[in-house]
């Protein structure tokens, strides 16, 4: 077994929107097929000679199971966020894994895939659990939401002019529980499936045990810890862009960004270039990543994921 300090190792994080687009009516059959259509980087990594992990995002998904947990109250058993998320790691990981098996068979490429159902520590004390901000579920009227959250002891808020949502906690990962068992599997060759939608959230209570939150983590910055956790050089953020602009709001000023460095790219942050509901997270992830032993970052699209690795688009951001 390779000891993994001499392969290079990336973690590639496909947006959940990747697999669930818009515009698209949104059954299994087609996130199959955006699922399919979105191994083409994964591959041509595996070509370049890199041991790969792949984290995704489930926001459409959890969504969805949401919306049938809500459907479903007072005639199905309630099920909370947390185990959502455990629920969605798995279905998407089963989709992800048998598209991406299938397709190693007709590339003739001899590699085995699992998906590992991957809790996130959290800290119980971080300051989103007392004030959550992360907007999920459907839209309801303020008092569709006021009831809703009376009956289900949600807390919610209106999301700009859309209407009223549920929110819930997004606390910074810390750590990840499973790190030896994907970076054994990730060094031994294997493609490794993690951090699902971020991860399940899970806490230390006050005697070391485990125990889950209700909240949601970012897949972005569970993508850094989980790269950095199994010493990946690498980091691939899919997003819906091409490349991180400076300015995007205003077409006169806007900028694309080929290039920066970490710190670069730290300065643009507190600039305000990023804001948190857009592209923040994602260059907060990349620069947390960069600052805990990684080498590169590239944000792009999936049609450019392979091809920003070589700096020919994207946006790269290095040491």
């Given amino acids: 077994m390779n000891s993994g300090n001499n392969v290079k190792k990336a973690v590639v994080a496909l947006g959940g929107n990747a697999i669930t687009r818009k515009g698209e009516n949104d059954d299994i059959h087609q996130q199959f097929a955006n699922t399919r259509k979105s191994l083409e980087p994964i591959i041509q990594l595996i070509r370049s000679g890199y041991n790969i992990a792949i984290a995704h995002g489930n926001g459409p998904q959890v969504g969805n199971a949401l919306l049938r947990v809500e459907m479903a109250r007072d005639k ?114 294997n493609i490794v499936i993690a951090a699902g939608g971020g991860g399940i959230p899970v806490y230390l209570d006050d005697d070391g045990m485990l125990d889950g939150v209700d909240a949601v983590v970012d897949k972005d910055y569970a993508s850094a810890v989980l790269g950095n956790a199994i010493g990946a050089e690498l980091l691939i953020i899919v997003t819906d862009i091409d490349k991180v602009f400076i300015n995007f709001s205003d077409p006169d000023k806007r900028k694309p960004i080929d290039k920066a460095s970490a710190d670069e790219m730290e300065k643009l942050l507190h600039e305000g270039h990023f804001p948190y509901g857009s592209m923040g997270p994602k260059v907060n992830a990349a620069i947390k990543f960069i600052k805990g032993g990684g080498k590169k970052v590239v944000i792009t699209s999936i049609e450019n994921a392979y091809s920003a690795v070589d700096g020919s688009t994207g946006t790269m951001i290095l040491r």
Avoid: H
């Avoid at 998407?92 to 809790?119: A, F, H, P, W």
């Fill in 76 to 189: 199905a058993p309630f099920v909370p966020l947390g185990v959502l998320v455990a629920d969605t790691e798995g279905s998407m990981g089963y989709m992800i894994s048998q598209s991406l098996i299938n397709r190693l068979k007709m590339e003739k490429i001899d590699k085995d895939v699992c998906t590992v159902i991957t809790q996130v520590l959290v800290d119980k004390n971080d300051p989103s659990i007392l004030d959550p901000t992360k907007y999920i579920g459907k839209f309801y009227t303020e008092e569709e939401a006021k009831a809703m959250a009376e009956k289900m002891g949600w807390k919610v808020k209106k999301d700009a002019d859309r209407g009223w949502r549920r929110v819930v906690p997004s606390p910074k990962p810390r750590d990840i529980v499973e790190s030896e068992i994907i970076r054994t599997l990730v060094n031994a060759g």
